[in-house]
């Protein structure tokens, strides 16, 4: 399905910061093969803004824009919790699907939306698209060349910054709310960043804390709106891969800063680390001899950020050529399981075992 001069049409559900600052601004590097037809989100004076800009139509009912817009894809910008309910809307009404992360609120609602997809013959490609990244793909290509030896140690972070978040223009409350927090909203891209390049995690221990009920918005439209924080905003897990391999993750909203890299892959002869939220970074490796050197990765957003583009055009490419994604669902459940049994971990104060698996 394309439209006459053979573009994907692709609407924007959920036209909110993530939208306007990572995906928009970019979407004119898959113009010739994509082209955005309607926008739809809760906010009329919202979506109204940004479909004005792109001069489509607008709507805030879902239902009623696939019926009126000939739509071959949805990009599914929605808030965290939002993601299960609009996905299944857009597959059920024939449309393929780049949906954010998480893919859904649990591993079985995440299996329905992957089988849903399988029967309709759709593509459902799953964020974040961090295994697209140039830096993981440099990464990934020098384990299996062997250039740092057998890695036993892994370390990923995952940091969203201290609230208030000063200069965020929409509302922070999703972020914030059951369902969602730092280790679903950033401890994610470490997860399919690690899994991705090393393969299955077998087994979750977590700790995680609370260290604060609420703030304040202090700028922005929402200044002075108390947003309540109901879940942890601290977490720490620990995940057993297999083949003697250990990795950690540090995910929060309580740290200001690090100079740490946001992935560091630890080997018998050297060490890999790289950003997993800047594609602009090089990735720095350690040799044997104790000597750092800069790789360059030539990324094309040139200024920097996470690169969430490429993975609307990897849907693109899977609608146009019949590929199966590489941002699969089988791998999105696989993550969605660790956030689950990391939750369980720390509720119950046990090592919990994983039973989901895909092929990287």
Not at 76 to 88: G, R, V, W
Not at 130 to 136: I, M, S
Not at 192 to 202: C, D, M, Q
Not at 263 to 275: D, K, N
Request: glycine share 10%; net charge negative; hydrophobic share 45%.
């Amino acid at each position: 399905m394309t439209d006459a001069d053979g573009r994907v049409r692709i609407a924007i559900l959920g036209p909110g910061d993530v939208a306007t600052r990572d995906y928009l601004p970019e979407f004119n590097r898959i113009a010739d093969r994509a082209r955005i037809v309607a926008v739809c989100g809760r906010s009329e004076a919202r979506a109204s803004a940004v479909a004005g800009e792109l001069g489509v139509p607008w709507f805030i009912d879902q239902d009623r824009m696939m019926r009126d817009v000939s739509i071959d894809a949805i990009v599914n910008l929605t808030p965290i919790t939002a993601h299960e309910a609009t996905t299944a809307a857009a597959l059920r009404a024939g449309a393929h699907v780049y949906s954010e992360k998480p893919l859904a609120g649990s591993v079985e609602a995440a299996r329905r939306l992957r089988d849903e997809a399988a029967q309709r013959g759709l593509v459902l490609a799953a964020a974040p698209s961090v295994a697209l990244f140039p830096q993981v793909e440099l990464a990934g290509r020098m384990l299996e060349d062997d250039a740092i030896g057998q890695v036993h140690t892994v370390r990923g972070l995952g940091l969203g910054g201290v609230p208030p978040w000063v200069g965020y223009n929409s509302d922070p409350s999703p972020f914030f709310a059951d369902g969602a927090g730092p280790l679903v909203d950033l401890g994610v891209y470490p997860l399919h960043a690690i899994t991705g390049l090393l393969g299955p995690a077998r087994r979750v221990v977590a700790m995680s804390t609370r260290t604060r009920d609420g703030f304040d918005v202090v700028d922005g439209p929402l200044a002075g709106t108390r947003v309540q924080v109901h879940v942890d905003d601290a977490w720490a897990v620990t995940l057993e891969l297999g083949s003697a391999r250990l990795a950690t993750v540090e995910a929060n909203f309580t740290a200001h800063g690090t100079r740490s890299a946001e992935l560091e892959l630890m080997g018998e002869r050297g060490t890999i680390a790289l950003s997993l939220l800047d594609v602009a970074q090089p990735v720095h490796v350690l040799d044997a001899t104790g000597a750092w050197r800069s790789i360059a990765v030539g990324a094309t957003r040139a200024d920097g950020g996470p690169d969430h583009i490429v993975g609307v055009e990897h849907l693109v490419e899977c609608i146009r050529t019949g590929a199966r994604p590489r941002l699969h669902a089988d791998h999105a459940i696989h993550v969605l399981e660790i956030l689950d049994a990391s939750v369980r971990s720390v509720r119950d104060r046990v090592a919990v075992d994983l039973e989901t698996t895909f092929q990287p």
